[in-house]
């Protein structure tokens, strides 16, 4: 609304906080006050501005917020279109009762290894995935163990993408995580465990989106006792 309306700082020191506020109050409602406006006209103040080409900047801007409008729409038309394909697939429901996914995760996941019920395993997807470890030797030399790499770069990104903001919201990658870094024996190196739990990630998917069950955090904790989980909470 400021973008549209008035863009510059020179025209909201002139419409004043009150001014502002009554602009936002003709469309929104609630959650804006005189505080929030008064912030923006201290910027708009202390900030030098632009005082040189205004007509061509107010058209530049102009033309840049009908582009977002447009490519928003855009997305919601398409997300729109996803939200009903996956609707149609057997297993999605179940993949996403895990916290912390979302529809472009699944989309993303599923547009990458395809039907789940032509792979026999987790592991398989892994491997595809190029996450699965191997050993970068050569002749005598015996080089560090990583993944392999060697497989479907856009998969990588999806599971990478979406395993940091589990480990943030779901207790249970947390406590995982946490586990993986502090354990005695072999603790890993944060990226490490991020890997590691992509490699987890798979599994779970596979296992919801096949048998169609909904996510139980107990069946991902494994061997972790809840004295390890409340430790890591």
């Known amino acids: 609304m400021v973008m549209k309306q008035f863009p510059t700082p020179k025209e909201i020191v002139s419409l004043g906080a009150r001014g502002v506020l009554a602009h936002w109050k003709t469309v929104?409602?609630?959650?804006?006050?005189?505080?929030?406006?008064?912030?923006?006209?201290?910027?708009?103040?202390?900030?030098?501005?632009?005082?040189?080409?205004?007509?061509?900047?107010?058209?530049?801007?102009?033309?840049?917020?009908?582009?977002?409008?447009?490519?928003?729409?855009?997305?919601?038309?398409?997300?729109?279109?996803v939200q009903q394909i996956l609707e149609n697939i057997p297993g999605t429901k179940e993949m996403l009762s895990i916290p912390g996914i979302g529809i472009l995760t699944i989309a993303g996941f599923l547009a990458e290894v395809g039907d789940l019920n032509q792979y026999d395993h987790g592991q398989?997807?892994?491997?595809?995935?190029?996450?699965?470890?191997?050993?970068?030797?050569?002749?005598?030399?015996?080089?560090?163990?990583?993944?392999?790499?060697?497989?479907?770069?856009?998969l990588r990104s999806v599971l990478f993408r979406a395993i940091l903001p589990l480990v943030a919201k779901n207790a249970?990658?947390?406590?995982?995580?946490?586990?993986?870094?502090?354990?005695?024996?072999?603790?890993?190196?944060?990226?490490?465990?991020?890997?590691?739990?992509?490699?987890?990630?798979?599994?779970?998917?596979?296992?919801?989106?096949?048998?169609?069950?909904?996510?139980n955090a107990n069946d991902l904790l494994g061997p972790i006792r809840k004295t390890q989980l409340q430790r890591a909470a």
């Open 28 to 81: 929104i409602k609630q959650g804006v006050g005189i505080k929030r406006a008064e912030r923006l006209y201290a910027a708009a103040e202390a900030s030098i501005g632009l005082t040189e080409g205004l007509l061509a900047a107010r058209i530049e801007l102009s033309v840049l917020l009908e582009q977002y409008e447009l490519y928003s729409k855009q997305e919601e038309n398409i997300m729109t279109e």
């Open 172 to 215: 249970e990658f947390n406590a995982l995580h946490k586990h993986f870094t502090t354990r005695r024996e072999n603790p890993l190196k944060k990226k490490q465990s991020l890997i590691a739990l992509c490699g987890k990630l798979v599994r779970v998917l596979y296992t919801l989106g096949t048998k169609q069950k909904e996510y």
């Open 124 to 154: 398989q997807i892994i491997r595809l995935a190029g996450l699965n470890l191997t050993e970068n030797s050569s002749g005598k030399r015996k080089g560090k163990t990583g993944i392999s790499k060697r497989g479907r770069s856009r």
